[in-house]
């Protein structure tokens, strides 16, 4: 009795071991599975043509950065890069500004239509971007905003501030309601009590929103080629396409092309893990 006891202790544990290094095993699997496009991309971004052709997992010979430099001179991705930076950036301040206004309205202040100013505006995310493609299109060349940073960051605000006023709304309302009117009593505008109170509590949901909104300005590509006609307004993914036409048989420079236009997208999410961690756990809290 007490012999058998002691041995289904030491079975379920050994099961229970031999599941978890199962399982550890096949995260590993997983992870090399998802790295292994990365490394033949970074790899073969130093290598000639031959060495690609020979081999493309092996290791190169030397660390060739002739690649680096024909993308970015010929393919003129220095370029394509300024207006993805100006665009971006300049996306996302107005984008998030006039999302945190809205939303800290909608949080805090009671007027007429606020239910279905706020229901209209959701209609905005549940809304395909391909429907109103066409349409858009007349309306920018109308307006003479076709291939200019001007039309582009109108479009980018225009898509993405019901996302963001959703998001941000709910940030908003777990900031607490005397604080503020504290505040208020000792003469603080509502104006002030937004920027100096609301705004900092709800910083990692405003930090979140930038590192998505950022992210996605920079790698989206369907609005870039509707709206952007002109070679000298390209963007970097549009950049990175015309390479995949033009360099289609020179794998190093089409490599080394792909590696720049990831380089941003990597450094901001590297920098602002933690916040973007905190915010979508406190998103996910709410």
């Not at 229970?16 to 073969?44: D, K, M, T």
């Not at 984008?95 to 239509?113: K, N, Q, W």
Request: net charge positive; aromatic share 14%; proline share 5%.
């Amino acid at each position: 009795m007490s012999t058998s006891a002691t041995r289904r202790p030491r079975i379920r544990w050994g099961r229970i071991h031999a599941g978890r290094l199962a399982l550890e095993l096949l995260v590993v699997l997983l992870c090399l599975a998802w790295l292994s496009p990365f490394y033949l991309l970074l790899v073969n971004t130093f290598k000639t043509m031959p060495e690609i052709s020979a081999s493309p997992v092996a290791l190169p010979h030397s660390l060739r950065l002739d690649a680096y430099a024909k993308a970015w001179k010929e393919a003129h991705l220095g370029e394509y890069y300024t207006n993805s930076l100006v665009i971006a950036s300049l996306s996302v301040v107005l984008s998030v500004g006039v999302s945190s206004l809205a939303a800290y309205a909608f949080s805090r202040m009671r007027f007429p239509g606020k239910q279905a100013l706020f229901f209209f505006l959701l209609a905005g995310v549940m809304l395909p971007l391909q429907v109103v493609l066409v349409p858009l299109y007349r309306l920018m060349s109308g307006l003479d905003l076709l291939s200019s940073y001007r039309g582009m960051i109108a479009l980018y605000v225009a898509f993405t501030i019901p996302f963001g006023v959703f998001i941000l709304t709910g940030f908003f309302k777990t900031v607490p309601v005397e604080i503020e009117e504290a505040a208020l009593i000792d003469g603080c505008s509502r104006f002030q009590a937004y920027w100096k109170i609301a705004l900092p509590l709800a910083a990692p949901g405003l930090v979140t929103m930038t590192i998505l909104e950022f992210v996605w300005f920079w790698n989206e590509y369907l609005v870039a080629l509707t709206f952007i006609q002109k070679e000298a307004m390209r963007t970097v993914m549009l950049g990175v396409m015309v390479m995949a036409n033009t360099f289609q048989l020179d794998f190093g420079k089409l490599t080394a092309g792909i590696v720049i236009s990831v380089v941003p997208p990597i450094i901001v999410y590297i920098f602002f893990q933690k916040y973007l961690i905190r915010g979508l756990t406190a998103g996910a809290l709410k």
